[in-house]
């Protein structure tokens, strides 16, 4: 089977040649075209000879390639049947390895004595049985670690108003061409300030950069090798072996993508993408700065044309007003660090890759899209192993080689050159006197782009996911500003301020509603709910927040 597999991405190669032919052909059949009526102004004795013999070879020509795209039409329809037949018949349900999990985690259980829950959804969802294969073990990892890490003992769980029996959910599902599998549990969650504490006794960050990180960057440590959470090490885990592994076979092996949310004391989630089969990856072909790229478009959820002068400027970087977000815009050319492109691009319009991975949306411009095709994508040599932006290479129908990039590590070096600079008071008075702004949105992009403008200008920022979060942070911290979206889960903005407005501390505190809702309803519904501002998205720009924010509270 891996043999057919394999000769099917070698034909599938071969029609991708087959095509580059049919295109060479037509350039011969408009060179002969040409030449008949270059000979028809000649003046010549066997001139009427020429010109027949000229037209047959047009006219032999046009009837070559009509019959050869035919050809390639049938050939791409086999090639296409075939693939799709191959495919399937490596393609096994997820139960094949879900099912043994359930064992694994049982003596995971019984060995820390805590009692565990385990349901299993989306058992019968099917995937290459190479990429089965590959993740099983990484699965373990993260299983081990939900029922050491996560969930309390027995005890522990009652006295915090939790049923004794924890609960460890694992399911799988299509999502957009790919298979999206989500591990979750009930059980503390992730403490992100013993994170920061263990970050900086391991001297892996200073304090300046690990209190300008978000919550998100913070989590994500414990990707890195060494890297544990736990405060003794035992047969299970603590020894920060692992997760950094897990991360390494399922972005840089499977050409995946996974996503961490947590929350203390309700649980945390791992979100897992991956690409339905290795076999074939669907590319897009992009040109940036005069080169060439493939660009796997599971990673693109969708590719805008935009005037210029439609981005917004925030801080030293540039966004897009996306619907009801605001998306980061950075050039691929600069993150690639290419050349500037000859000639320099003259049109107005920017063409832009709207990169996705988990909820995290970064924007890439490029030069032009070129086109997009299924591939066989071949491995990068050892010797350009480390090159982390390429995850391998495609073979064009001229024989060229194009490097195929690597997403998820570039919207990873993009999140890093839009890192904010957190503008902390040099002394303990200067601190007292900073203002402290509260901002609850779930948008996670929208949030941090708020806080980075508020941060520039000294002010204290802290964030919630939604409005429930929101609403415990504000009860048990008074703050001297709250920005709210107004459509988010659990608690929406409106209901948010209703009882914010309700709390002692808040009768009297600005509140600010920067959302998506532009009809003259919704404004006067959050300005009746106790908001002191509202502020649109689409016409979201950082003057209009600052301006908003100094009004307010100066």
């Known amino acids: 089977m891996d043999e057919l597999i394999k000769l099917m991405g070698e034909i599938i190669s071969g029609n991708s040649r087959i095509k580059q032919r049919l295109s060479d052909i037509k350039k011969i059949e408009r060179l002969a075209k040409r030449h008949a009526e270059l000979i028809s102004d000649v003046e010549h004795a066997e001139k009427e000879e020429i010109l027949q013999t000229a037209r047959a070879l047009h006219l032999a020509i046009k009837k070559l390639t009509a019959d050869f795209k035919e050809d390639v039409n049938i050939q791409g329809l086999l090639s296409g049947e075939l693939q799709d037949k191959s495919l399937k018949m490596r393609m096994i349900p997820l139960s094949m390895i879900f099912d043994a999990f359930r064992m694994a985690l049982r003596d995971f259980s019984t060995s820390s004595g805590k009692k565990v829950d385990f349901i299993i959804q989306g058992g019968e969802t099917e995937l290459d049985k190479k990429i089965?294969?590959?993740?099983?073990?990484?699965?373990?990892?993260l299983i081990r670690n939900c029922v050491d890490h996560g969930i309390e003992m027995p005890q522990d769980r009652i006295n915090v108003g939790k049923p004794p029996v924890?609960?460890?959910?694992?399911s799988a599902g299509y999502e957009g061409g790919n298979v999206v599998i989500e591990l979750s549990d009930d059980g503390a969650g992730i403490p992100v300030k013993k994170l920061k504490e263990k970050a900086l006794k391991k001297k892996i960050s200073d304090e300046i950069s690990i209190a300008a990180m978000s919550d998100a960057d913070i989590i994500n440590m414990i990707f890195m090798p060494g890297f544990s959470s736990s405060d003794i090490i035992t047969d299970v885990s603590g020894r920060g072996v692992g997760m950094d592994v897990v991360r390494k076979n399922i972005i840089e092996d499977l050409k995946g993508s996974i996503r961490i949310t947590t929350k203390e004391g309700?649980?945390?989630g791992f979100y897992i993408r991956l690409p339905l089969t290795m076999a074939i990856i669907h590319v897009l072909f992009v040109r940036v700065s005069d080169t060439t790229f493939a660009v796997p478009a599971h990673f693109i959820s969708e590719i805008v044309r935009v005037p210029e002068d439609k981005l917004i400027q925030i801080m030293d970087k540039k966004a897009l007003r996306l619907?009801?977000?605001?998306?980061?815009i950075l050039s691929l050319k600069d993150i690639l660090k290419l050349p500037q492109p000859t000639p320099p691009v003259s049109d107005n319009n920017l063409l832009i890759l709207i990169g996705a991975l988990g909820n995290e949306k970064i924007g890439m411009m490029i030069d032009e899209l070129l086109s997009e095709e299924?591939?066989?994508?071949?491995?990068?040599?050892?010797?350009m192993k480390n090159i982390q932006a390429v995850s391998g290479v495609v073979i064009s129908g001229k024989n060229e080689l194009f490097n195929v990039l690597h997403i998820p590590k570039i919207i990873e070096t993009a999140k890093e050159s839009t890192a904010r600079i957190n503008i902390q008071p040099e002394n303990t008075e200067e601190s007292e006197k900073q203002i402290r702004i509260l901002i609850a949105d779930d948008s996670a992009t929208t949030r941090e782009i708020e806080k980075s403008i508020l941060e520039s200008y000294g002010y204290w920022v802290d964030i919630a996911a939604d409005g429930m979060e929101g609403l415990e942070m504000a009860k048990s911290f008074n703050y001297d500003l709250v920005i709210t979206d107004a459509e988010m889960p659990r608690l929406d903005g409106f209901s948010l301020i209703q009882q914010l407005r309700n709390e002692q501390g808040y009768a009297h505190t600005p509140i600010i509603l920067v959302t998506s809702l532009d009809k003259e309803e919704d404004k006067k519904r959050g300005i009746a709910a106790g908001a002191n501002a509202y502020i649109v998205k689409g016409t979201f720009d950082q003057s209009a927040l600052m301006d908003s924010v100094q009004d307010l509270v100066g």
């Open 166 to 170: 924890g609960k460890v959910v694992l």
């Open 132 to 141: 089965i294969e590959k993740i099983g073990d990484s699965l373990v990892h």
């Open 266 to 268: 309700e649980g945390t």
């Open 323 to 328: 619907r009801e977000q605001i998306v980061p």
């Open 374 to 383: 299924d591939v066989v994508i071949k491995s990068l040599p050892a010797l």
